[in-house]
């Protein structure tokens, strides 16, 4: 029995069109799953490589009153030294910087103005660099980070006074590497970085005057920026890392550099953990809640007279490396999100041939239960023919997957393997079931009024945001059903098509007989839409300027801002997929009409052999066949145009709606939108 | 007891434009050994007939008994189709299988085990063995229903219905195939749908049905002898 039912299903056309449709809509799907995670993977290893720095952390540190110079030097960088043998174990490049917060105290006159110096000391250039600051590399000389100056003074000058004309100037740039420098607004300041030596310390002091570091006691900044050498794509991994194992490494490594100088039992060192929140006082190997132990502590400490107590608090300033692994997550996540109304629309010719074929098949199907019906065969057969069906479809996406997984770029996940041989089933199943469904006349109106009023808002670059600044509070409910409904309208746009297709050659009937065209829509609509679906999405890039759009957003993105590199952001990453797809869309265009030729050129001979058999007139048939070609592929032509217009508007539209955007402010009780961004229209004239 | 009876059995379809009743109290019985000829206009309701007794229509009023079964259910229903032989009117088989495999199927599906060289010479008799080898749609519709017959005939059922059995057929072929059902005559109870008066010749009672009426209008004729009728046309 099973070899007949076998051979009954491998017969079927519309079987090996299921199985070619499934694989092809699985290839492609994984194709862009896995070029999309290729593309967001290059971005996280370029951040990785490039930007600096991940993570800044800040170690304040108490000296005690008259520190000299030259003892604030050798113990800051017995721990910098401490601090970075111990990052580099854990693949981390480390750069340290020095500071003393008090330097605001005392502004320096120069001139006539009032410039804040604020000197910031490095053990070597690299420290600097490992900040993320770029510049021509000077040894042992300055690097002036930032600066804000009015009139003819220069920082060399400010610098030359500060440093008692001992310093030369090289300019950093990379100004949006900005850790840990100062904001400062509406004064005039300098900052630099100078070399951590005896000299620049006691000129540093001596400029700030001894009194005033001796009457609160000497505080030193020291800013850490750890760098992770190896890309990590997971941001809970790399959060984990930032937050909780390096402040955790850097607090053992202040309390050996304690214990090893003044021993075990010399000295109390009392924590401040900025990044959790906890205050802990290290002794003897023991951690003491002062806040629970206060008493104990006090036991212990005058038990232990003579110990020295030291602290220092730790806080983590920035870790933009964490913000910006889940930046590109969210871009990977934000593209299918952000266009999944869209791909649908794109990948619509596929589906529809899914659907075809497997509506095709399961209506043979139910032919051949008809059949065996009759005859007193057993009904459980249909649950064998099925299986057999979904299996092959199955297969078919499991060949595309293993096939991308061949190539290590693009493989794409087993989840999404799942996901995707999921949306093929649920294919095969609307077909299955869904033969009957038709769209009501009232359900047909609203959607085409909820995508009317989608392309309209997304035209005049009105979104959620705008529409709240403007009082239409009303209107939001409207608006986020559209949004709601966008990969829904992903679809009817394509329903849409087909209908408006039809009703178009239908207001031609009052000028001629419309009949022909008709039935040439019908008889050949997959084929037809098939191949004008390609070329119109082959057309899209070509009237639609994504780039211009991208480059537009770019500019006004905080993102962007930050990284100061990215071929990444949700629209680029279309833009990229259209360019590269286009082709591969346009040759299966032209393999769709070579199909409607080979038809057409089978019809033409079996006309001509029995006209000629009979006598009739081959000039005849000859005009017929090359009007027959002519009009599919002037219909495909101008089905194409349309297509590529439809997807422009519509991406046009999602563009409005996604990329319009502005800051909300309350003014005299009214809410109103300040700095505006309008994205452009992508079609390539507008 | 018959091998099938119908009593007082009404039929009702639905149709888009409301309801039809396709039979009308319909009360007769088959007995052992014996063929009945159904006859009719178009629409009358003879096929329904054929597909109340293999349980693929199920009526709304009266008792239909089949090898003593009720074809109410999906089981009995398949139980009786299982061992009927059942003719369609179009000629039903799988397309993608040839007439050969499309028998080997139909046998293998009932459980039961092929003879071939029985299949072999009633293919040889209704001069369809050339097409054994052949798909279902690359017949003409008179092979198709005869490669349908030998499917049908090669089962050894236990009755046999027959729906226009000479339909689409030639006068030579239609004289093959009345030839080949009167050897069955008297040994597999029949019931045979036509249009064609040559199929008195192998019935042993006539039903008329008109408008789905048979009971009241039912008549029942004698059979005229099978040579007779060739020396008559």
Known sequence: MLKYLTKIMVRRMSFFLLILMSFTVSLLIFGIVGQVGHLVDDNVEYTFAHYRPHAVYSLDFAFGRNTAPSAVRWETVKVMNALEKDLNKENLSAGFLVTLPVTYIKPLKIKGHTVYFQAYFFRNIGDVEEFGFKFNRPENHAVLLSYNLSGNLTPEAVSARFFDGNASLVRAYGIFREYPLNHLSSVEYVQVAVPLTNKTLTEYFRWLNQDILNSSGLRVTLYVASNIKNPVRDPHIIESLVTSKLPRSLIADVIGFYTKRYGKGGVAVDVMNGINGSRLVYFNGTWIDPARNEEYLMRVINRNRGIRSVSFDISLRRADIVDLVKEAGTQTVGFFEKYGGLLVVIYLPFFLLVLYASSTVFRDLRNDLEVLELRGIRRNLEVVQEFLIFLAAGLASAVAYAFLSILPDYSPSPLTFVGVTGLVYLTMLIARNGSTWRLGRGSLLSLTALLVAFILLGYMRVNGLVLVSRGYGALMLLFSLLMAFVPIMGIFVGYLFHRACSGLIRLFEPMFDVRYYLRSLAGYSYVLTFSAYSLGIFMLPRIASLDKVVNAVLRNSDYMAIVGYNGVTSLGLLADYLDKLSGGFGVMGLLAISLIFIVSLRKYRSVREYSSLRGGDLKAVQRSFLKFLFLKIGLVVVLSVAVALVLAVFLDAYIGVTYTSGKLLVENGRLTLQSLFKPPHVLIWG | ?233
């Open chain 2, 1 to 233: 007891m018959g091998v099938v009876e119908f009593e007082d059995v009404f039929v009702k379809y639905e149709t888009y434009t409301g309801s039809v009743l396709a039979l009308r109290g319909v009360t007769f019985s088959l007995g052992k050994g014996e063929t009945i000829l159904v006859m009719g206009p178009s629409g009358s309701g003879k096929t329904t007939i054929l597909r109340v007794i293999l349980g693929l229509v199920q009526p709304m009023h009266g008792t239909v008994r089949v090898f003593g079964m009720e074809p109410r259910d999906g089981k009995t229903g398949l139980e009786i189709r299982r061992r009927a032989g059942y003719l369609t009117q179009e000629g039903k088989m799988i397309n993608e299988l040839t007439v050969w495999e499309n028998i080997m199927f139909y046998a293998e599906g009932r459980g039961r085990r092929v003879d071939e060289e029985r299949v072999r010479e009633l293919a040889r008799e209704l001069n369809v063995e050339a097409v054994l080898n052949k798909h279902p749609n690359h017949l003409s519709g008179g092979e198709l229903k005869r490669a349908e017959l030998v499917m049908v005939l090669s089962d050894e059922p236990e009755l046999l219905l027959l729906d226009e059995p000479t339909s689409m057929l030639d006068a030579e072929n239609s004289e093959v195939v009345i030839d080949l059902l009167s050897t069955f005559k008297g040994r597999v109870p029949m019931i045979v749908t036509s249009h064609d008066p040559r199929l008195f010749e192998i019935s042993d009672r006539v039903l008329e049905v008109v408008g789905g009426v048979v009971g009241k209008s039912l008549r029942e004729t004698a059979p005229s002898p099978r040579r007779d009728s060739h020396l008559e046309r």
